[in-house]
């Protein structure tokens, strides 16, 4: 069970693939993601898809003990959702 978190950070972004311009640049939004997260408690919500920046973190969320991170995918994202 997650603690009530002592922070929220939001992150969205377009839909679409998309390469930082290098892996040096990637790397530091990774750290200061993992760093945000881990030293303030906080949850991270995304727009809950496979792609572009929201795929970023999650890979990123992915593997970092009690991080707690929440996808929202739009309804249209919801595969199988006829039968929900």
Do not use: H, Y
């Not at 790397?27 to 920046?53: C, S, Y």
């Not at 003990?65 to 039968?83: D, K, L, Q």
């Amino acid at each position: 069970e997650a603690d009530e978190p002592n922070v929220i950070i939001s992150v969205t972004g377009g839909a679409k693939d998309f390469e930082l311009k290098s892996a040096m640049l990637e790397l530091e939004f990774q750290r200061g993601l993992v760093e945000a997260v881990q030293t303030t408690g906080a949850w991270t919500l995304t727009g809950g898809t496979d792609i572009g920046v929201m795929k970023l973190v999650g890979r990123t969320l992915r593997d970092v003990p009690n991080a707690v991170c929440i996808g929202i995918a739009p309804w249209g994202a919801v595969m199988e959702r006829e039968g929900l």
